[in-house]
Structures are given as C-alpha cells and as structure tokens.
Nanobody
C-alpha cells in the first residue's frame, strides 16, 4: 500500500522545538524527492522544505535557518526538525513525495502544529 504517514505534531510554546516524521511505504523511497508543506487556515499551502535523493535541500524563505529537513533512506522516513517556533508557524504540516521520473505526487494526511503560550 502506497502511503505517507506523518507524526510528531502537537502544541508547543513559542521558542520551542518539534520534530516531524514522515514514514513512507509502497514506494522506492530513496529515489523520491521528499518535502514538507504547510497550510494555515485561510492561507494557501506553502512549501516549507524539500530534500532530493542526492541530499540537497531547499527551504521556504520564512524558515531562515530555523528548520532542517533530513531523510533516512534505510527507514524510508523523512524528518523536519523545527526550532525557534513562532505562533505564525501554526499550521497543518503535510508530507509530500515526488517520483522524479513520472512526477507523480503523494501526500500524507497532515499533522497539526500549534505554537501558542
């Protein structure tokens, strides 16, 4: 079964940290481009970070060194380490996987991140 399952979201105080995980199954994980997107109420979904099969990464401008995307091909899992969280980081975070050959996209169900005191 092809699926992406996110975990690690929750409630955190401003300045705190969270680590999101995205476990993939049913795909050749090591070749996929993995990414994290987020969507806050009333806003469009926006790119947070991507990591290619080579390990190279891209980040949204708002990240400003606070987040780190990584992957463990042996575990078919992608991660998003988020530090120095701000209230404006509150959103549903979605994992995304893109097949580099067909450009087929897969999405996870999302995990809620709430930054509030």
């Amino acid at each position: 079964q092809v699926q992406l399952v996110e975990s690690g979201g929750g409630l955190v105080q401003p300045g705190g940290s969270l680590r999101l995980s995205c476990a993939a199954s049913g795909i050749t994980f090591r070749i996929y481009r993995m990414g994290w997107y987020r969507q806050a109420p009333g806003n469009q979904r926006e790119l947070v970070a991507t990591i290619f099969s080579s390990g190279s990464t891209n980040y949204g401008d708002f990240v400003k060194g606070r987040f780190t995307i990584s992957r463990d091909n042996a575990k078919s899992t992608a991660y998003l380490q988020m530090n120095s969280l701000k209230p404006e980081d509150t959103a549903v975070y979605y994992c995304n996987a893109v097949d580099p050959l067909s450009q087929r996209q897969l999405w996870g169900q999302g995990t809620q991140v709430t930054v509030s005191s």
